[in-house]
């Protein structure tokens, strides 16, 4: 199946339960990287809009740049009313947008689908003279027993898990390689707080997930259930996790 597809049918669970970046990491945006209200940016593989959301509600104009259909429409209806977004059917290797037309490049939770050398050559061609790409994770700290605990399920039952976000790792070679090596690392707590309802759709919403027609799919939600009522307390589950970023030019 072509990767963009593999989130089609998964845009509700998305919007649902899948989680913003940390305030402080945005903050830093603003504060340390040069971002300003007037700054326009691309946001490659932008969902349903959940980053973009966050860019959008400090006053930027934000390019979603999103090739699955279900995800590109619902955030032209969950951020029309902000009146600067523009979803755009695109590729990280393809933008559609125009030379050199915007600030800064963001990919959240999303470059590890990407072909690293087309998207590089593209940054180049859509940014600015000096513009900065920001690679955004968030990521389960696996020392977490919730996040261990899940991870045994999601490889018992889920035949195409990998690992989390891909397998992507701290410094990962893809990340270097689109780099060439010179880039900034930082990191912010981000701590995630799910009622058993989202903790399951934010289970479902991965692209490796077991779907409702699949062998084993029953066994699949009665583990995380027993998860939930394993770790919760007071009917909340926290899930240790921070927001990542790797900051570069593509020069």
């Known amino acids: 199946m072509d990767s963009t597809q593999y989130f089609s049918g998964l845009a509700d669970d998305y919007v649902i339960s899948r989680p913003a970046y940390a305030k402080a990491f945005v903050e830093s945006l603003y504060s340390r990287y040069g971002f300003s209200k007037q700054s326009v940016i691309a946001d490659i593989g932008s969902g349903t809009g959940k980053f973009a959301k966050q860019l959008l509600e400090r006053g930027n104009f934000v390019y979603g740049v999103e090739p699955n259909a279900d995800m590109r429409n619902i955030a032209g209806k969950e951020l029309e009313g902000f009146g600067k977004f523009c979803p755009v059917n695109g590729t990280a290797a393809e933008t559609n947008l125009a030379e050199q037309s915007v600030d800064f490049v963001t990919a959240a939770q999303a470059f590890h689908w990407f072909d690293g050398a087309l998207f590089r050559r593209e940054c180049k ?18 020392s977490d027993k919730v996040n261990q605990s899940s991870f045994e399920i999601f490889s018992e039952y889920c035949p195409k898990f990998h690992g989390f976000s891909g397998g992507v790792q701290k410094d990962d070679p893809r990340i270097r390689d689109f780099f060439r090596g010179k880039y900034e690392y930082i990191e912010f707590e981000n701590p ?5 309802e989202k903790f399951i759709s934010r289970s479902l919403s991965s692209s490796y997930s077991l779907k409702k027609e699949e062998e084993k799919y029953g066994e699949y939600i009665a583990a995380l259930s027993e998860l939930f009522e394993r770790y919760a307390k007071d009917d909340v589950l926290t899930v240790a996790n921070k927001t990542v970023a790797y900051v570069g030019k593509v020069e």
Do not use: Q
């Open 125 to 142: 061609r859509i940014l600015k003279r000096n513009g900065l790409v920001f690679l955004i994770w968030n990521l389960r700290d696996t």
């Open 192 to 196: 995630l707080f799910y009622d058993r």
